[in-house]
């Protein structure tokens, strides 16, 4: 396969991982209260249930890096995770 089917193919999976998550975001946090697609997408309680040291490590190295913590999280944020590391 030719360089640039490699990038059409790379881009494909990236609009594949972000077009189902765009109300994510889109939905930026901007109060204290879960976010309604964090409600919808049933996330609520497993992100509320994220220690310090598991939060930073997540934003610091992205959820499919910290195997520990996506074990625990619900499939398709599981997912999504994977989709968006690859």
């Not at 790379?10 to 594949?16: H, M, S």
């Not at 991982?17 to 939905?27: N, S, Y």
């Not at 997540?58 to 690859?86: I, N, Q």
Request: overall charge negative; some cysteine.
């Amino acid at each position: 396969m030719p360089a640039s089917d490699d990038v059409l193919a790379a881009l494909d999976r990236a609009l594949a991982a972000l077009v189902p998550a765009l109300d994510v975001v889109e939905g930026r946090v901007t109060s204290g209260d879960p976010p309604a697609w964090c409600d919808r997408r049933g996330l609520t309680g497993f992100l509320l249930s994220l220690g310090d040291a598991d939060l930073a490590r997540c934003e610091a190295l992205g959820l499919a890096r910290a195997p520990e913590v996506v074990a625990r999280a619900p499939a398709a944020l599981a997912d999504l995770a994977r989709a968006v590391a690859e």
